[in-house]
């Protein structure tokens, strides 16, 4: 999607690192998330805010950490705490109002060297 | 909370046959159910939608429906090509929620 962008697209961390990825959006939507893929499974929620300055744990908000001091952004922080880091991370938006679609970026591919 | 089930997990068939995905939900609370399609290294981009006020929705050779009584909605995919070889995902939604839940993914192969 055009409107949202995720950097970088690939990512290495050494182990015992932290490391944060980039989401930001243009399509001014209120709600903003992160969810993890792992190969052959489906999306896992890991963060999520529907609003600037407030932001709620999804289900595996373990090991990872957030921010949404603007409207247009929402960065992902993978502490060194997250254990099993290697995935597919993908922030997707919505408008907020009610019973809207969510709109995807085309995610960062996070490996452990 | 939500507990969404999506059937099969792959799904092969030959080019201009039907395809169909099902999905089961657990809180008769949900009242939005979208569809994504998710191409490789891409994100899921929404193909078709249906809310909990209508049974049935088409759009060319995409169509959804829904059962609110069984808690359960259907993709149908009529004509396949292979471009529509892809992983298509559900998703539940209850409008008091902020989140979605979605299912595990189903892998559509298209054979020419």
Redesign the interface.
């Known amino acids: ?1 055009g409107g ?1 962008t995720q950097s970088p697209k690939y990512l290495f961390r050494k182990e015992g690192q932290n490391v944060t990825l980039s989401c930001e959006q243009n399509l001014n939507h209120d ?1 903003m ?1 992160w969810y993890r893929q792992d190969p ?4 896992r ?1 890991i963060y ?1 805010s ?1 609003i600037v300055n407030d932001f ?1 744990k ?1 289900d595996i908000a373990e090991g990872y950490s957030v921010s949404r001091e603007k409207k247009e952004s929402f960065p992902l922080t993978v502490t060194s705490a997250q254990k099993n880091p290697t995935a597919f991370y ?1 922030c ?1 938006t919505s408008s907020g109002t ?2 809207q ?7 960062t591919r996070l490996s452990i060297l | 909370g939500e507990n969404v089930e ?1 059937h099969p997990s792959t799904l092969s068939v030959q080019e201009g046959d039907s395809a169909v995905i099902k999905c089961t939900y657990s809180d008769s609370a949900s ?2 159910f ?1 569809w ?1 399609k998710q191409e490789l ?6 193909i078709i ?1 249906i ?1 909990s006020n209508v049974g049935e929705k088409k759009d060319q050779r995409i169509a959804v429906t829904l059962n609110k009584t069984a808690k359960h909605f259907s993709l149908h995919i009529t004509e396949t090509q292979p471009e529509d070889s892809a992983v298509y ?1 559900c998703a539940a ?1 209850n ?1 008091n929620a ?3 839940t ?4 189903t ?1 559509l192969t298209v054979k020419p």
Request: aromatic share 14%.
């Open positions: 999607d949202i709600a998330y052959g499974q489906g999306l929620l999520y529907q709620q999804g993908l997707a009610l019973n679609p969510q709109h995807f970026g085309d995610g | 999506q009242n939005y979208p994504y290294g891409k994100g899921p981009q929404l939608d809310r995902f939604k409008t902020g989140k979605s979605f299912g595990d993914g892998t």
